[in-house]
Every structure is written in C-alpha cells, then in structure tokens.
C-alpha cells in the first residue's frame, strides 16, 4: 500500500465511522451468524470479546448466542501494555481505562491470562485476504498474544471487521501476531493457522 499506517488507519476509521446505526446493528447480526456457525469455536471455554468503541463493530449479538458452557470476557489493560482478561456479564461493574474504554472492575488477581482464553475476538482496523491485521496501533493485542507467533496453541484468534474495512494488501510486521480468521458482515475467512 502506498500510505502509510497512520493514514491507513485515519481512512479505515472514516469509511467506519460512515455507516449508519441500522448497518451496524445487521453487522453485528451478521458477524454472530458467522462465529456461531463454526462448530469449533463453540466449545466449553473462555471466549474474549471487546467493548465496541468508535464505531468498532458490536459483539453484543455474539454475547446473547454463546453455547451453555462458554462464558463471556472483556478485556483489562494492564500497566505493563498488555491484556488480561475478565467474566462479564450485562450489569457487571464496569470502569473506564485510561482511553475511556469500559472495562470490568475487578482486582487485577482475579483477571485471567491471555492463555486461559479459547477464543478472542479483536476488533479490527483493517486486514487482508492473506490474515494480515492492522489495529489502533498501541500493541496490546499483539504483546498479550505474542506466544501465538511460535505455536498454534489455544486460543483461537478471530479478527472482527465490517467489509468496507478490507485492503488489497498489509505488510505484517515482525511484532504482528497472525489471525486464524476474519468475520465480517459478508464473510468468514479463515486462514488455516
């Protein structure tokens, strides 16, 4: 791509930021669809979700079709840069992070590995065809998930994205930890990680 990340992003977040309400919301429907039709990603376990902020794509409809034995988690930033993360459920305390982002209110003890997880679901910026993901750029994600570089273990690692967000091509970066799937409104693209 001939722009760099930064305005990469910048356009990625515009073409975001103009859908309306209603397509959000059949996204989010859609994207459920797409997760919970895959039979492995519905085993018992720890599935992580994220708070959509900025137009990010809503997993509330992912949250209400869990099967019986999957329970729902939400991130927490850590002072060191990475994620640990928390059960919760509708009416659950909630604080804001340091970037605003509602997050449990927990002790930081009772927060789970990046590891205990079976399924993340991560909110996208952008991505390709090929796996390649590009975040808000902070890292996070990629620091807490770095073992997934060198071993396909647990958990798996689902990119969530509206279509308009796709790109031609990303460079993947050496830090960049690769998805095993992308779920978007229109598709599920698995990468055979």
Not at 50 to 66: D, M, S
């Given at each position: 791509m ?20 209603g ?26 979700g ?17 099967a ?20 919760w ?7 804001n ?70 790109v031609p ?17 229109l ?7």
């Open positions: 001939n722009s760099t990340r930064p305005e990469l992003r910048r356009q990625l977040q515009a073409r975001r930021a103009a859908l309306s309400p397509e959000r919301l059949a996204a989010a429907d859609a994207v459920a669809r797409h997760v919970c039709a895959q039979p492995d990603l519905r085993e018992p376990g720890y599935v992580a994220y708070w959509a902020v900025g137009g990010e794509v809503p997993l509330h409809a992912v949250q209400l079709r869990l019986p034995d999957q329970v729902w988690c939400l991130p927490v930033l850590q002072e060191n840069g990475q994620l640990r993360f928390a059960p459920r509708a009416g659950d305390p909630l604080v992070n340091r970037f605003g982002i509602p997050e449990p209110e927990l002790e930081p003890a009772s927060t789970l590995a990046p590891e205990a997880m079976s399924l993340v679901l991560l909110p996208l910026v952008g991505f390709d065809r090929a796996g390649n993901r590009l975040g808000m750029g902070g890292g996070y994600y990629d620091r807490s998930f770095a073992f997934r570089r060198t071993a396909a273990a647990p958990p798996r690692l689902v990119g969530v994205a509206y279509a308009c967000q796709e091509e990303l460079a993947a970066q050496d830090w960049d930890v690769p998805l095993d799937a992308v779920a978007t409104e598709d599920w693209l698995a990468f055979g990680r």
